[in-house]
């Protein structure tokens, strides 16, 4: 992970002075901040982890061999003297990481909005960049860099020209979302929705619940919450210190989604939203299909209503969003479509993802094809939350279904047991190689055939995109 500094003039002292660090050798400008020792060079300084599998202290003679002159250690070994480098020495550098990036964003002049929640967290950040762009210079985090890592290093490439910033934070235990709060102080939070990732470690969707609302410990007083009011966990909260609204599609909230229309064959959805004051705002026309997409579109226009920005303004940024890699991306292979959303995986995603799947097949006059792997971070709730995915497919009417890792045996099962032909399945357990995976699921295929890939990070379903190239038959 790499991120070129935004000021143009930072420097060692500024990291030591924001961090509460030593510095040891000779102050230096820096450029570019480096956790991977791959990415470390001249100008860029070396963030020295300690993870869980690796502790970065362990590259420090390597990248200092290469070239690189700066590191923040929480111990610096011992070189010879004709080594002209430099080092920021702390007590814990991942501390020290967030301590640089709140210390780095304190002083600007700029609209800070926080983005959580367990599905949706990175394209609501889009459709919210795309709003906001219309109005502001703005800035928001890398890629999905929204860990404790990842948010504060993308903190760091801010510039003075900015305007507002949409931050993207994730997590993985309780406490992780408050820290990330801390350092950006937003002026607005949003929480997407409370979904299942996550059981296993927090055990039940309360304690999700309360983890998602950690976002409000930085929220400056006075600040905008919105929240999903279609999720009972978030509905009728109050706070003396924040304004909160709510936005719903199946319910009544301040901000309500009506009259949703998709046509995916044009791959666009026509969705009115009344107002708090009753207003209509009618056909807001977004380039994607899905509930899903209408939730994170509508929290885009809800806050740039907030924050005063016109009705053409907001229509302008939703025709302009554009989705992520790997995110409901369409991709031609021969008379085969790929849709492509294979970032990440829950059991909610999941479904959502198997309802435009089948919709569009429908709209083209082709099947749909499901190729489905592992969900990962279940807890006890995995073996029952992979079947209800599966059995969903079998509902929809999804044709054919491939099941990637072990897990994905589960999904096979819910799917037999809601009727779907066991000789419409192919189980792939060993993700080694997809290279005979994706053979099998040539013979499977018709033309005119739509193939939904997704599943966790962990299982880079994306792999089958290029399998599927070199394996494809002659025609």
Known sequence: MKIDVGMKQYSLSDVARSCGGYLVGADRSIRAICTDSREAGEGVLFVALCGARTDGHQYIMQVLKEGCQAVLCEKFPALPEAMDVSAVVVPDTLRALSDMASEYIREMELLRVAVTGSV?????????????????????????????????????????????????????????????????????????????SHLEHLKTRENIALAKLEIITGLREGGLLLVNGDEPLLRGLSHPKFNIKTVAVHTEGDYTVTDICQSPRTWETVFDLRLPSGEMLSALRIPAIGTHMVYDAAYAVAIGLELGMSEDMIRRGLADYQNEKLRQHLISLGDITILADCYNAAPESMCEALHVLTSYAKAKGGRAVAVLGDMRELGEATRRMHETVGAEAATLGVSRLMTLGELGVSIAEGAMGAGMPDDNICMVRSLDDLTEAARALWQMLCPGDVVLLKASRAIAAERMIEALRQTRPAE
Do not use: W
């Open 120 to 196: 949706g967290k990175t394209t609501t950040k889009e459709f919210l960049c795309s709003v906001l762009g219309q109005r502001f210079k703005s800035y928001k985090t890398e890629a999905n860099y929204n860990s404790t890592v990842g948010m504060p290093m993308s903190v760091m490439g801010i510039a003075p020209l900015h305007e507002a910033a949409v931050f993207e934070m994730g997590m993985s235990a309780r406490g992780e979302i408050a820290q990330l709060s801390r350092v950006v102080r937003p002026d607005v939070a949003l929480i997407t929705n409370v979904g299942s």
